[in-house]
């Protein structure tokens, strides 16, 4: 007859350990989503080895690999919420309880007294709990949870986000102390992979992507795709990354996109995520030319193209010529960035392009941006611009017929159209990176092999679609 594991006895192993760090520890053992807290990783450890002595002595001595896959799989069932309030504190230490959430206009110390605590007590608790957290950066929303002994308040914790907890415990001498306690996460792998049916953003999200992640997404390849104009349905995206999840399944916290996928117009673009030997992380593809371009083929967020690059008829003059650049309607004082690291070779006043600004790049590029409201602050002629930098600001100066940037790229001398940006390749890794890199993008590969993608939701609906919100 085959050994069965003796789950019974095993419990009473384990009972001895269950005090507060003891709980911790069967919930490392329990769940994928476990915070090890810096703070205490030592003791953590410390329990850990006495675990594994205890469970050494309660298990059987020959057990077959049926009966290990049983107290595995017993092991492995979620029962701790580990993104609980109370999970650090004591055992005996958690009685009588209280939450207190913040409403428009109050503060700390006026919301324990409105809540039975003594003005001075609440004053030394505020005091306590600044020297950890700011009391000012408290927002409308958040909460405490208060724990009691009879009437006294013992603890209180606070938990700003899902990572961090702000500990204040009542000492024998009845001060309080503070203690910032941060966890880690044990991270798993997702991967959302489908076609654009109603935008990116509903469509990835719709398969469970976090905005942090759909934000990152489209950050790496807005050097080369235009979102408003050259994505269409059909077009296929993938999006490799890391998440925490609690023990109900639900995504805590979006970690890192490891990879990307995205195939507009039918031309299909891949990344992976790359930290370089001085620590610096960037996206290349395969060939470890990175999705950053020298020069980024739209350099403002949210407009509407109004003019495209040819001939068309000029809109104040009325007669047919070269558009030699491609023109952004935008709100006045919409932020301009400068599409390249460069010099500023004019700033000022010109003509029919009212205020304006020529960037002299590196390869015989330059980039003018015209019509604006005005200038950012130090932008000069000889300033050396950063990418992404804000120079300026959407204006209607000039002979213009409304607020808009027009947008030129010049080449050698020649004005080209500012779309075939996305043809310029990016920066290439150094030659004595690619094993590194090499190695990196096998990793992940391999990841992607063994993390099957996230399930096809249920449809959308159209009122669902129409009601949709897109920051």
Do not use: W
Request: hydrophobic residues 35%; proline residues 5%.
């Amino acid at each position: 007859m085959k050994n069965t594991p003796d789950l019974s006895k095993l419990s009473a192993a384990m009972s001895p350990l269950k005090t507060a760090l003891g709980l911790r520890l069967e919930a490392f053992l329990k769940m994928n989503n476990t915070r090890i807290y810096h703070d205490r990783r030592f003791r953590f450890l410390g329990v850990c080895a006495v675990a594994t002595v205890a469970l050494f002595f309660a298990l059987p001595d020959q057990q077959s690999a049926e009966a290990n896959a049983e107290i595995a799989e017993e092991l492995n069932k979620p029962q701790f919420d580990l993104t609980r309030h109370d999970l650090y504190l004591e055992n005996d230490a958690i009685g009588e309880t209280a939450v207190l959430t913040l409403a428009s206009g109050d503060s700390l110390g006026p919301l324990l007294q409105k809540n039975g605590i003594e003005p001075n007590e609440a004053y030394e608790i505020t005091q306590a709990f600044s020297d950890v957290y700011d009391p000012r950066r408290l927002k409308v929303g958040q909460s405490f949870n208060l724990y009691f002994n009879g009437e006294e308040l013992q603890h209180l914790t606070f938990k700003p986000n899902v990572e961090r907890t702000v500990h204040l415990t009542r000492s024998s001498d009845n001060s309080f102390t503070t203690r910032d306690v941060n966890a880690e996460f044990k991270m798993e792998t997702m991967s959302v992979s489908s076609q654009i049916e109603n935008s990116l953003y509903l469509d990835a999200q719709s398969f469970g992507a976090p905005d942090k992640v759909i934000q990152q997404f489209a950050n790496i390849y807005e050097y080369s795709v235009d979102f408003q104009r050259d994505i269409q349905p059909g077009d296929a995206f993938e999006m490799f990354f890391e998440v925490a999840r609690d023990k109900h399944g639900n995504i805590v916290k979006a970690g890192d996109l490891l990879f990307t996928s995205f195939s507009p117009r039918s031309k299909t673009s891949e990344y992976y995520l790359f930290t370089d030997e001085k620590g610096r992380e960037n996206f290349y593809d395969k060939d470890g030319k990175t999705a950053k371009r020298k020069l980024r083929a739209t350099p403002i967020n949210g407009a509407r193209l109004s003019s495209s690059y040819g001939k068309r008829r000029h809109p104040i003059l009325g007669y047919r010529k070269m558009h030699a650049g491609v023109d952004f309607a935008a709100r006045t004082g919409t932020p301009i960035m400068a599409a390249g690291t460069g010099t500023v070779e004019f700033a000022g006043r010109n003509g029919g392009y009212g205020n304006y600004v020529r960037i002299r790049h590196s390869d015989g590029y330059k980039t003018a941006y015209a019509h604006m409201s005005k200038f950012a602050r130090g932008i000069r002629k000889g300033k050396h611009v950063s990418q992404d930098q804000v120079i300026g600001y959407v204006g209607s100066t000039g002979r213009s017929t409304g607020p808009h940037l027009h947008y030129e790229v010049h080449h050698h001398g020649k004005k080209i159209n500012p779309r075939r940006l996305a043809q310029l390749s990016g920066k290439p890794l150094k030659k004595e990176a690619m094993p590194a890199f090499e190695q990196r993008r096998n990793e992940i590969d391999a990841l992607r092999t063994a993390t099957p993608p996230a399930p096809k939701p249920v449809e959308l609906t159209a009122e669902f679609v129409s009601d949709a919100k897109v920051d």
